[in-house]
T-cell receptor, first 115, second 111 residues
Framework: SAVISQKPSRDICQRGTSLTIQCQVDSQVTMMFWYRQQPGQSLTLIATANQGSEATYESGFVIDKFPISRPNLTFSTLTVSNMSPEDSSIYLC????????????FGPGTRLLVL | TQLLEQSPQFLSIQEGENLTVYCNSSSVFSSLQWYRQEPGEGPVLLVTVVTGGEVKKLKRLTFQFGDARKDSSLHITAAQPGDTGLYLCAGDNTGGFKTIFGAGTRLFVKA
């Protein structure tokens, strides 16, 4: 399976600031996804990061708040902009590893606390 | 909207007990995955089931995909404290490209 790393692993930020989370995969993958997991909750898909085109956002998530980059087949970033305490969450990237069919593999997550 | 309903939401049991977690939907899925997530970590894939009626075993864990590919179960035999975590089912629908996650079952196994 693909090995996925995320940076930072955790951060504490002040409201109104922005944080960019990086996701690196050790293999080339077509599909990369960004999820949010609020405390004690399941995963909510934010967007699908497409290489060479704009990300596809789910209902309730917008590009101005969560801009995404996907410069190549092994890397993506998610920015959480103009943060508020409600953005405190775990942010996870995942990949649909091409040799793994439709199964998604997850990074370790970025734990964000906004004060 | 497709939904995956997991039950129970929370389970606290003694070491050595057996348990079953259920994942149900009214929709058909082309495949279904089970993940376990420990605190501070991302979800880790346990198994993918694809064929209706399929049963897969992973040591003390038994996974079953319903004949109609609308539901699945995870059975743990002789649970151990190391089984503690959040268990998530996720399904890939047959008509689209999005994976749908259940709300999760939080399992706590007491020594």
């Amino acid at each position: 399976s693909a090995v996925i790393s995320q940076k930072p692993s955790r951060d504490i930020c002040q409201r109104g600031t922005s944080l960019t989370i990086q996701c690196q995969v050790d293999s080339q993958v077509t599909m990369m996804f960004w999820y949010r997991q609020q405390p004690g909750q399941s995963l909510t898909l934010i967007a699908t990061a497409n290489q060479g085109s704009e990300a596809t956002y789910e209902s309730g998530f917008v590009i101005d708040k969560f801009p995404i980059s996907r410069p190549n087949l092994t890397f993506s970033t998610l920015t959480v902009s103009n943060m508020s305490p409600e953005d405190s969450s775990i942010y996870l990237c995942s990949v649909e590893w091409d040799r793994g069919g439709e199964t998604q593999y997850f990074g370790p997550g970025t734990r964000l606390l906004v004060l | 909207t497709q939904l995956l309903e997991q039950s129970p939401q929370f389970l606290s049991i003694q070491e050595g007990e057996n348990l079953t977690v259920y994942c149900n939907s009214s929709s058909v899925f082309s495949s279904l995955q089970w993940y376990r997530q420990e605190p501070g970590e991302g979800p880790v894939l346990l198994v993918t089931v694809v064929t209706g009626g399929e049963v897969k075993k992973l040591k003390r864990l038994t996974f079953q995909f319903g004949d109609a590919r609308k539901d699945s179960s995870l059975h743990i035999t002789a649970a151990q404290p190391g089984d503690t975590g959040l268990y998530l089912c996720a399904g890939d629908n047959t008509g689209g490209f999005k994976t749908i996650f259940g709300a999760g079952t939080r399992l706590f196994v007491k020594a």
